[in-house]
Antibody
Framework: QVQLQQWGAGLLKPSETLSLTCAIFGGSFNDYYWSWVRQTPGKGLEWIGEINRGGSANYNPSLKSRVTISVDTSMNQFSLKLTSVTAADTAVYYC?????????WGKGTTVTVSS | DIVMTQSPLSLPVTPGEPASISCTSSQSLLHSNGHNYVDWYVQKPGQSPQLLIYVNSNRASGVPDRFSSSGSGTDFTLKISRVEAEDVGVYYCMQALQSPVTFGQGTRLEIK
């Protein structure tokens, strides 16, 4: 059974770069796309972007200028970077398998942006 | 972006009774292949979202058959035939026809 374990810094200052990693256990990249989703009280669930094992990434246009999703197949991991964070980026960030439907989710990482 | 609108936002239900959640999309989610690209998720208290239904009518692995989904085009409904206490949580619809995928605002199901 595939499980996702995610980690990264939970407290950032404005203008810093958010960096999270998600590791895949009990499976591999295969032919799936792998997504990042965030959740805020105000905007609810927001899809950030996706990547496949070949490194082909797609991003939500609302965040595209600040987001990079990368993959390390040797480590069975994929990562999210979000630059120039503001308080509006305060959220719980999830990694998930799939985009068309997301059938495996990480436990979430709470990221707070505060000066 | 496609906007997904759910109703009601809050749904108190007596155990054993049925429940229904509506989701309306700002554009048709019917693909030329005949499938409607809408999924349903539930987020139970303190947990990550989990997949319930995908591509409109397919139950995810382990999901009880008291959960079903219907609809086509822009109007969709998630139905629970008999609500149980474990069904408490926030239910979300999501459209997967067009990138970026987008979610509804959520419907909080609570037990009366």
């Amino acid at each position: 059974q595939v499980q996702l374990q995610q980690w990264g810094a939970g407290l950032l200052k404005p203008s810093e770069t958010l960096s999270l990693t998600c590791a895949i256990f009990g499976g591999s990249f295969n032919d799936y796309y792998w997504s990042w989703v965030r959740q805020t009280p105000g905007k609810g669930l927001e899809w950030i972007g996706e990547i496949n094992r070949g490194g082909s990434a797609n991003y939500n246009p609302s965040l595209k200028s600040r987001v990079t999703i990368s993959v390390d197949t040797s480590m069975n991991q994929f990562s999210l970077k979000l630059t120039s964070v503001t308080a509006a980026d305060t959220a719980v960030y999830y990694c998930a398998r799939g985009t068309q439907y997301m059938d495996v989710w990480g436990k979430g990482t709470t990221v707070t942006v505060s000066s | 972006d496609i906007v997904m609108t759910q109703s009601p936002l809050s749904l108190p239900v007596t155990p054993g009774e049925p429940a229904s959640i509506s989701c309306t999309s700002s554009q048709s989610l019917l693909h030329s292949n005949g499938h409607n690209y809408v999924d349903w998720y539930v987020q139970k208290p303190g947990q990550s979202p989990q997949l319930l239904i995908y591509v409109n009518s397919n139950r995810a692995s382990g999901v009880p058959d008291r959960f079903s989904s219907s609809g086509s085009g822009t109007d969709f409904t998630l139905k629970i035939s008999r609500v149980e206490a474990e069904d408490v949580g926030v239910y979300y619809c999501m459209q997967a026809l067009q990138s970026p995928v987008t979610f509804g605002q959520g419907t909080r199901l609570e037990i009366k």
